[in-house]
């Protein structure tokens, strides 16, 4: 499994992004999908998550009502979409693919910087 994460860059606060990472190697839609994030000296976080069909999303307190993780079976693809975007939400965000044997595969990373 391959995973690669694009859409990171420098924002103002209040600004908004769309972060996408693209599956591949497997069938996606078996898979399901979450987003991290690490700050400098803290630990990796859960943002996001996505089962398999979709139908059950799970957000950290911290971005409830701002952020929204989707996926795209059909691009094997899921997205994080984050508004209103905080200083304190500048970070490293990880895609994180999860099977259902327990194999867990992580993208590369990209830069999310919030600052004014």
């Known amino acids: 499994v391959q995973l690669v994460e694009s859409g990171g860059g420098s924002v103002q606060p209040g600004g908004s992004l769309r972060l996408s990472c693209v599956f591949s190697g497997f069938t996606f839609s078996r898979y399901a999908m979450s987003w991290y994030r690490q700050a400098p000296g803290k630990e990796r976080e859960l943002v996001a998550g996505?089962?398999?069909?979709?139908?059950?999303?799970k957000y950290a307190d911290s971005v409830q009502g701002r952020f929204t993780i989707s996926r795209d079976n059909a691009k094997n693809t899921v997205y994080l979409q984050m508004s209103s975007l905080k200083p304190e939400d500048t970070a490293v965000y990880y895609c994180r693919a999860l099977g259902t044997a327990g194999a867990v595969y992580w993208g590369q990373g990209t830069q999310v910087t919030v600052s004014s």
């Open positions: 996505l089962t398999v069909a979709g139908r059950s999303t």
